[in-house]
């Protein structure tokens, strides 16, 4: 059987590889699609949230910058993680589901501070 360097032409393989790379990216990617919980809200806060454009941004806005921060601190462990989201979602539901300006100003408020804690020096021991 021959190598797939012979069994193809350069543009052809190139083509694969483009390929297989897309699949991979993908398959990363669902993750991420599948922590929205738009597609199962659990809460009156989230079924607010999903059904407004404005806070659905912010609240996308808000994980990207979460991400950031997060890598930039080396908080990689999924219990932290987990912690931290759930002590937001506590104060996030706090302002109840009918209060939309009230949820604009949390959202806005934590992606500050998320962004001024991802620039902060970290320290070492």
Known sequence: MLP???AFSRSRRHRIHRFGALVFGLLLLT???ADDFCTHP???VEVTICTHPKLRALDATLNRVYGKTSRAL???SPASRRATERLWSMQRN???STDVA???AVYKDQ???EIILGKRPV???
Do not use: D, K, M
Request: charged fraction near 15%; aromatic fraction near 4%.
């Open 4 to 6: 797939l360097s012979f």
């Open 31 to 33: 993750p991420a699609l």
């Open 42 to 44: 659990r809460t009156p």
């Open 74 to 76: 080396g908080q990689t």
């Open 94 to 96: 706090a302002v109840g």
């Open 102 to 104: 009230g949820l604009e």
């Open 111 to 113: 992606i500050r501070e």
């Open 123 to 125: 320290t070492t021991p």
